[in-house]
């Protein structure tokens, strides 16, 4: 059974920072592009950063641009999202995504060929 699993949310205050993790099991995430993508309450999905199976494309929505950054560990399976200089307005639910068919991220945000989901993982900044 395929399972991506995310972890590392939790609460944090303003400027703080958390690191997210996406366990694949079933899966080898090596031929997959990795995306996450956050929902707050009441608003709708948003992609957040995109990295492709070689990891030579790497891809951020502006809002996070220069705080978040992805990366991948093929050893251990596992995609991460690190977190930085959180505000208020990251407070949501994580999800992270797989992406096969050599998928390199060129339209992430708006990309709907995902071919498996983790639950989520929440993540609540506040002071």
């Known amino acids: 059974q395929v399972q991506l699993v995310e972890s590392g949310g939790g609460s944090v205050q303003p400027g703080g920072s958390l690191r997210l993790s996406c366990a694949a099991s079933?899966?080898?995430?090596?031929?997959?592009?990795i995306v996450w993508f956050r929902q707050a309450p009441g608003k709708e999905r948003e992609g957040v950063s995109c990295?492709?199976?070689?990891?030579?494309?790497?891809a951020y929505s502006d809002s996070v641009k220069g705080r978040f950054t992805i990366s991948r560990d093929k050893a251990k399976n596992t995609a991460f999202l690190q977190m930085n200089s959180l505000t208020p307005e990251d407070t949501a639910v994580y999800y992270c995504?797989?992406?096969?068919?050599?998928?390199?991220?060129?339209?992430?945000?708006?990309?709907?060929?995902?071919?498996?989901w983790g639950k989520g993982t929440l993540v609540t900044v506040s002071s």
């Open positions: 990295i492709s199976s070689s990891a030579h494309s790497i």
């Open positions: 079933g899966l080898t995430l090596d031929y997959y592009a």
């Open positions: 995504a797989a992406a096969g068919g050599g998928y390199y991220c060129p339209d992430f945000e708006s990309y709907h060929g995902m071919d498996y």
